[in-house]
């Protein structure tokens, strides 16, 4: 695992944008995992800012978000369809007929995850996926307790995530489902690599954990330490408690791929 620490949020936001966009001009038909949330906005509006201004292009992608709600339908305002849409899909030249979410709709749950895990397979799996951290230190909706082989399939959401996600709902916690559609574990472990970006203090516990604690199913992101290419960025409120930062910052310093970078 690879830890790169920056001064603030948007630095980090910027870094973790432009490792994507480098990965998109490598390869052009890039397979992304894709995430939503807060954090997500400010790397979206990157993206969609090099699009308009250095011509990066989407036209080849290929996405796979890591979840969706059960029971709203795409067109739902709070759905992360229509999150996708907004943040980024309507910003750039990606064809939507190659981007992909659950469908929280399905009349059978099973048959749609067993579907979803297939359409990843059969676009020879993701390249370059990225991801946020929970409160909790869920990846995707992996809620505490999830088997870190686990596969796509429907999760009881907690309580505490809920609540979490209830400004997307006006604050209305009864309008939050209570359930999703999300990778598993083992799905996100098996991409190609991982990237995952947490800014803000109120994270820096729960990165401490994630990063240099025991893997544990009680921090289902504490399973990246055993992915063989994953990068973490964080921001120096995210990295407050974390005891190797001389170690990561005199790597990303000699490092060669971030030379120049």
Known sequence: MEVILQPDA??????????????????????????????????YAHLACMHREEGLSFAACRTFNLD????????????YRQYMNQHLFSQVDIDLQNTHLPDG?????????????????????????????GHDGHIGFN????????RTRDKTLMRSTIEQNAEMFAGELSKVPYRAITMGVGTILESKRCLLL??????????????????????????????AHCTVVVDYAAAATLEETEYYRWIFENEPEWQNF
């Open 68 to 79: 969706e709600y059960i029971g709203l339908p795409p067109e739902h305002p709070a759905s």
């Open 143 to 150: 809620e505490p307790m999830s088997a870190l082989r686990s």
């Open 10 to 43: 948007a630095a980090a936001a910027l870094l973790v944008a432009r490792v994507i966009a480098r990965e998109i001009r490598r390869q052009p038909k890039l397979v992304l995992g894709l995430a939503t949330g807060r954090t997500m906005e400010a790397v």
């Open 105 to 133: 709709t399905a009349t059978d749950l099973t048959a749609e995850c067993a579907y979803y895990e297939h359409l990843i397979v059969e676009c020879g799996g993701i390249d370059l996926q990225l991801l946020g951290i």
């Open 198 to 227: 947490a800014t803000g203090y109120e994270k820096a516990g729960i990165i401490a954990k994630a990063l240099e604690g025991p893997i544990t199913s009680r921090v289902t992101a504490s399973a990246l330490q055993l992915h």
